[in-house]
């Protein structure tokens, strides 16, 4: 078949050729497909961008613990903190890292959340696209361009491999949840193709290996803390991205090298809690008290 | 290769905590419902394994239940589900099991009141669903398309007159799917479609002889 974008080599010679932002040559090739007019992706988008800004509104008022009791308040106490002390990576960092917990905290809480691209991973795209697009005047438009720039990152790394921690660990979650991210920041900043490319491979690159070891098999340890991680992750690959510095890997080998890493890890640390933090002393203990 | 689209990589608007355990318990709800087609006086629900394990944890249970009573992925009543009207209206009950020849995420739903059906399903990740038994038959239902189930005595021909006079209709059939208890009893046929079946259509295979079951099951949408 022709014109098929499975590749980031790809989608960059696309987009190269066309003269087309990410967000355009992901919309046209939607379209190709035959099911999802640009239409139909950009009303879900904004329905999905509106459900991660009440998410965080939310979140962010919310101190109710989790079905487990295992988690629940670290939002509120980092609120506190920021209100005495400012982060020392600056006030949209510290937006980011507030944003994420509101959001994943909502997840636990069986709150209302975008699976983006998982709900393990859900409060990552959505705390780093909203907290900048708040601090630097971003239109609903051009939010919405950066999310559909986040899937089609998601997208292509999902032809290649399946985005769950069974299958590729938390790299794949997480760390795919960073890439996407990461490709948002960068387009909303104006970051040109290679820029937003890169920035996805700079993410995946430094997550490779990346289990998923959830403590008890629920998604609360490490996964909450987790998303915060990732979102400065996300963060520090844009910074890089956008001084032109390059993965000298491909973005596409990266890919290929994260779904050998995911195939060559362990069942015990792929969303089985049979290892790793799973399976720690006091990991036993806490699954002995909570599931009985 | 696989095919996805950029609308599922940044959707479903769910309830949390999890794409597997929770909202793919919804939809495994959900589809059930539209297979059983009528409201039951009673469903039991059998969880195996993870979803036993983990499933309180995660609402699987609520999910499970949401999705029989037709609420969607998003509701927020899924967090309370045992305390609505819709969950005081019918009868149910959980239990919890472990049969490690089952997928970690494994669900029976034993659907009792006019007509006696079980109902099996797998969450296999990222949200995505499958329902593998109706009745002990084996099908292969994922939600994606709509899709015809049909029950029906096993005999020459059964299935030439069935594609057929979905051919009339002018639909494309995407999969196709059949399973039998032995042969010359009970037979089961799934058909996955592209576009929708008419009326029409569904009649003239009612109207066919020996058919005991006839489903048009529609695909999921979040």
Request: include cysteine.
């Amino acid at each position: 078949m022709e014109n098929t974008i499975t590749t980031f080599r790809q989608l960059y010679y696309t987009c190269k050729e066309t003269n087309k932002k990410i967000y355009e040559a992901a919309l046209d090739y939607e379209a190709s497909k035959g099911e999802n007019t640009e239409y139909k992706v950009r009303l879900q988008a904004k329905k999905s961008l509106d459900a991660m800004k009440s998410a965080i509104k939310t979140g962010l008022c919310s101190t109710e613990s989790s079905p487990s009791g295992l988690s629940g308040n670290d939002c509120d106490k980092l609120q506190k903190r920021f209100k005495d002390y400012g982060a020392i990576l600056g006030s949209t960092a510290q937006k980011i890292m507030t944003y994420t917990l509101a959001t994943s905290e909502q997840n636990l809480r069986m709150g209302t959340i975008v699976a983006c691209p998982t709900a393990g991973s859900c409060g990552i795209v959505p705390a780093v696209l909203i907290a900048y697009a708040e601090d630097y005047n971003i239109t609903e438009n051009d939010q919405i361009n950066a999310l559909i720039t986040a899937g089609e990152i998601g997208r292509i790394v999902s032809v290649k491999m399946a985005l769950a921690g069974a299958v590729g660990g938390c790299q794949a979650e997480c760390g795919v949840a960073s890439a996407m991210a990461s490709a948002a920041l960068t387009q909303m900043r104006g970051g040109n193709i290679k820029q937003i490319i890169n920035a996805s491979a700079l993410v995946l690159k430094n997550v490779l290996g990346l289990t998923c070891d959830p403590v008890c098999g629920l998604v609360e340890i490490p996964c909450v803390k987790r998303n915060s991680f990732l979102a400065i992750h996300a963060v520090t690959a844009s910074e890089l991205a956008m001084a032109n510095i390059i993965s000298k890997i491909p973005a596409d080998e990266i890919v290929d090298a994260m779904e050998q890493t995911g195939k060559l890890m362990s069942p015990l640390l792929k969303e089985s809690s049979q290892g790793g933090l799973a399976k720690t002393k006091t990991a036993i203990a806490l699954e002995k008290n909570i599931l009985g | 290769m696989r095919q996805t689209s950029i609308i599922d990589i940044i959707s479903p608007v769910m309830a949390g905590p999890s794409s597997s355990h929770t909202a793919g318990a919804v939809r495994l709800g959900l589809l059930a419902r539209n297979v059983y087609n009528t409201k039951p006086d009673k469903v039991t629900f059998k969880l195996y394994n993870s979803y036993a394990l983990t499933g309180k944890g995660h609402g699987t249970d609520k999910g499970l239940l949401a999705g029989i009573l037709g609420f969607s992925v998003a509701d927020e009543r899924i967090k309370n589900v045992f305390g609505t009207p819709e969950a005081n209206n019918i009868n149910y009950e959980f239990e919890f099991l472990e049969d490690f020849n089952r997928h970690p995420n494994a669900v029976d739903f034993i659907f009792e009141g006019g007509l006696k059906m079980s109902v099996s399903g797998t969450s296999i990740g990222a949200g995505e669903i499958v329902l593998t038994k109706i009745n002990g038959f084996s099908v292969n239902l994922d939600g994606k398309y709509n899709t015809l189930l049909l029950v029906y005595d096993d005999m020459p021909g059964v299935i030439s007159n069935v594609t057929g006079i979905i051919q009339e209709d002018n639909v494309n059939i995407a999969s196709l799917h059949c399973d039998r208890s032995a042969k010359g009893k009970t037979a089961s046929m799934c058909i996955c479609v592209d576009g929708e079946l008419s009326k029409n259509c569904l009649q003239e295979i009612s109207d066919l002889k020996d058919m005991y079951i006839v489903r048009y099951i529609k695909k999921l949408e979040d």
